[in-house]
């Protein structure tokens, strides 16, 4: 199990940007692939990156292709979020996943696939 912990949530205006952060720790965290999901009110949890055990493959949700990257630094145990041109729809609570893998090129998508999850940080985007 790993224990996972985000920051950098906040409030910002549209057009604006944010890097969110989850701190890892508790095991080898270059062993786990890793996601961001989010929620927002009266919705289902929604996935919206992922990120291989490399770093050298990673997949987005449509909503968000091109305004968010998710990098990792396994050096610094820290997956990264950074997340341009805010649009009000992006206001959610954000949470970090890990999953365990041997796959250093795979990555998962799937809500499900994930075991190990952070407390999530809010991020409010006003219009």
């Known amino acids: 199990q790993v224990q996972l912990v985000e920051s950098g949530g906040g409030l910002v205006q549209a057009g604006g940007s944010l890097r969110l952060s989850c701190a890892a720790s508790?095991?080898?965290?270059?062993?786990?692939?890793m996601g961001w999901f989010r929620q927002a009110p009266g919705k289902e949890r929604e996935f919206i990156a992922a990120?291989?055990?490399?770093?050298?493959?990673?997949y987005y949700a449509d909503s968000v292709k091109g305004r968010f990257t998710i990098s990792r630094d396994n050096a610094k145990n820290t997956a990264y979020l950074q997340m341009n041109s805010l649009k009000p729809e992006d206001t959610a609570v954000y949470y970090c996943?890990?999953?365990?893998?041997?796959?250093?090129?795979?990555?998962?998508?799937?809500?499900?696939?994930?075991?190990?999850w952070g407390q999530g940080t809010q991020v409010t985007v006003s219009s």
């Open positions: 996943a890990a999953v365990f893998s041997v796959n250093s090129h795979k990555y998962y998508y799937g809500l499900n696939e994930y075991r190990d």
């Open positions: 508790g095991r080898t965290f270059s062993s786990y692939a």
């Open positions: 990120i291989s055990l490399s770093g050298m493959m990673t």
